[in-house]
């Protein structure tokens, strides 16, 4: 349910003891993330793989997920401010209902701003041994420019370039001098004159390229209108289309239809949504055709604050 973005989101995947591992993400969640509006106090998710459960604050912040497998296996993480800047976070992993402490891992983090800004991120396990630490350095502009990760295996350095030429806006990501992933952002007029953005993203192993995608958005919605996956040939030397998928909505934003193309084969689905309220206007069920398969939802919220009258 979470959409493919984030409020901050600085690079990657974390990968314990992995010398070329990319740097980790850091991510802030917040209530719209997981397509909720209104001050929303929880959010519990059930499908048919499990239950997820979300508590935000009064700012709309994360600040606990659960997801639950089964009754007995589960895993829980806590998210802990100050002001807007994450500074704890804490996974915590149970089996068999018992508390797993090889799995559960504990994060850290300092904000440095006497220059330009720096974080450090300190990653324990729960018997209190540092497994790594990353510092996030930042440009005079507060876009990333490094990251810097460190463990017993040594020192890894990702450098975050970026170049903008007629109109094109392209941030690569550099793993010790080689690139790891390049994100092109462009804009363009579709078919009916409405101005779209075009992000393609291309990933890449020891520096060839392996997979890309582009995803395009309408600029006046913000919205994700098609998705295009790519598979790089070698004996071509070029990326080869591996499906295609376009989306659908209503005049209030949301998802009424898919459509995704690989090869000959064609799989469409259409989305059914009950609400809870019309002033709320947040989904409690989600019902997926032709799979007949649904979503609900059980959604709290804060008062809403009244003004008293002198």
Known sequence: MVKNYASIILLGCFLIGGKFAKAQEITIFSSKDFDLQGKVKTCIV?????????????????????????DDDYSVTYYKYDANYLIEKRVENYHDNQFNTITSLAHFYTIDSTSTKKITEKIFSYDKEILDQYEY????????KKIVRTNNNGVDETLVEYKNVKGEATTSYLLNGIILKSVRTSKRKNKNKKLERVVLT?????GKPNTAEEAIY???SDKLISKTTYRFNEKENQFAIENVTTYGYDTKGFLT????TSGENLENKEYIHQFDDEEKGNWVKQI????????????????EETLVED
Request: aromatic letters at 16%; a positive charge.
């Open 218 to 220: 309408s600029t006046e």
């Open 288 to 303: 997926v055709t032709p799979d007949n398969t649904y979503t609900t939802r059980k959604i709290s919220y804060y008062p």
């Open 46 to 70: 059930v499908t048919k793989y499990g239950k997820e459960e979300y508590d935000f604050n009064e700012r709309g912040l994360l600040t606990k997920s659960v997801t639950r497998y089964n």
């Open 202 to 206: 291309k990933n890449y192993i020891t």
């Open 257 to 260: 239809k898919s459509k995704l």
């Open 137 to 144: 350095w930042y440009n005079s502009d507060d876009a990333i």
